[in-house]
């Protein structure tokens, strides 16, 4: 009879057990949480940066179409703002009739902001045949005082940094 109840064996975990396994990983959570966040704005910063940067290569191809190629802040679809910061921006051309073709419209994840300096102004980009001689442009994406930065030339070859 006692060899029985020598050989039983407990199943499942006692309340100090799982107390105990609550308190470790409530404690390593709280060291894990603010690096998982900061790698989250940062996947999404280079994920943005990456799309901004295939837009503009596809908007290069049209170049070699010899069209023009616009780049505009936009923080709606299909509409241009006048300055930068914006939450969008848009990319498109000009048919022969004057309608604009859309090569793409994006709209920034909230808290997300784009910004360009350069060319000699802070508005508009356009892209003609690239023979024109001057500095280079920066494209700025930022959220939560981090930034990822794509350079542009004035024939839209891009560069990521």
Not at 39 to 46: E, G, K, N, S
Not at 104 to 124: E, R, V, Y
Not at 139 to 148: V, W
């Amino acid at each position: 009879m006692k060899s029985q109840r020598l050989k039983k064996k407990n199943h499942g975990i006692t309340l100090i057990e799982l107390l105990i396994y609550l308190s470790v990983f409530s404690i390593l959570s709280s060291f894990l949480l603010p690096y998982l966040k900061t790698t989250f704005v940062r996947v999404q910063l280079l994920t943005q940066q990456y799309a901004l940067y295939h837009h503009l290569k596809n908007a290069r191809y049209a170049l070699m179409h010899h069209k023009k190629i616009f780049v505009c802040p936009s923080s709606t679809p299909y509409h241009c703002e006048k300055e930068w910061p914006t939450l969008g921006y848009r990319i498109f051309s000009l048919s022969e009739n004057g309608e604009s073709i859309e090569i793409q419209n994006k709209q920034l994840p909230f808290g997300m902001q784009a910004q360009f300096s350069g060319f000699g102004t802070d508005h508009w980009l356009i892209f003609s045949d690239g023979q024109a001689l001057t500095t280079n442009g920066t494209f700025s994406l930022c959220i939560q005082n981090t930034c990822k930065y794509i350079v542009i030339n004035k024939a839209g070859r891009a560069k990521l940094l």
